[in-house]
């Protein structure tokens, strides 16, 4: 399942970025990491990625918008938000911009491995349903 999986992970904090690149490291996905939401973006313009762990405070950009960009330039690639400061309508907010998920720091590594195989499944299901032409095409949703 690992095999070829990318993930980003967008935190301005070395730490968290450094605790995900263990935790995900330990399932064999391809981890990068970037300190900021400008320097991911550009990074996306290049690479894929399946599935992004986004920090909700950024300096410049905050994790929304971040969000916001990476789904106008791939709908495809899962998003979770991870905060310290959740509050109701943050989390309405990042779900209603595409987001998979809302994740509360701190976060135990069950929690990112369950958050990574839901968002797997959630793409492959997408993908099904683009192969096979049945239900309703989501790209245009913002």
Known sequence: MADNVRIAVID??????????????????????????????AQLEKDKFDIAFIDYKLPGMDGLE????????????????????????SHANAITLGALEYLRKPFLMEEIYELVERGLRRKRAKASRRDDGSGPSLAGIH
Do not use: H, R, W
Not at 20 to 30: E, P, S, T, V
Not at 68 to 89: C, F, G, L, R
């Open 12 to 41: 301005d904090e070395p730490s968290v970025l450094e605790s995900f690149k263990m935790i995900l490291k330990i399932k064999d996905y391809d981890v990068t990491t970037f300190p900021d939401g400008p320097t991911a973006l």
């Open 66 to 89: 971040v969000l916001k960009k990476i789904k106008e330039k791939d709908q495809n690639v899962e998003v979770i938000i991870v905060t310290a400061y959740a509050t109701e309508s």
